[in-house]
């Protein structure tokens, strides 16, 4: 089987589109979902604030896009499309996983299996279709890349926006 080059650009468009709803769920969902996570752990340093939280998911968009681009003009080859694809996807269990452990809502618990999964699932599936599979190594490079990039966007934030909210504002659990 060949890939297609249409099929391949409208599934990494697909995954951008489906990772930018989702994302959109956790610009205003994030901040709330820290400062749980901040009584939970008893330290506001992992507060983000609405505005940090803005920044380090367009910082975020910005190695995405990259991805997707890379994605449809490499009929799925690329290596960083490939990881992207299969740690957005792994990326949905993280969120459910949360939202487990906090026995609530966390950011992005309503878009990630409704729409995130299913849109890495119609890339996974054109890659598949094509003869090119993704492998257990690009899930275990996508996790790694999209947890060092996360790391890295947050950090950028927090430098350029300073800290999250004054302790006052954090709830005690």
Known sequence: MSIEPARTRIAAVALFAAWLVHDVEEVFTFPATSRLLAARLGTDRVVVSPSQSVLAIALMG?????????????????RLYRAVLAGLEAHVVTHIAT?????????????????????????????????????????????????????????ISRLFLGAGYPRARIPRM
């Open 62 to 78: 910005v190695l995405v896009g990259a991805a997707c681009v890379r994605g449809a003009r490499t009929q799925g080859r690329s």
């Open 99 to 155: 939202s487990i452990s906090f026995k609530s809502y966390t950011a992005g618990l309503i878009t990630a299996p409704l729409v995130m999964f299913p849109g890495a699932r119609v890339a996974r599936a054109e890659l598949r279709r094509g003869g090119s599979p993704l492998l257990p190594s690009d899930t275990v490079h996508g996790g790694a890349l999209l947890f060092a990039a996360a790391i890295f966007s947050h950090f």
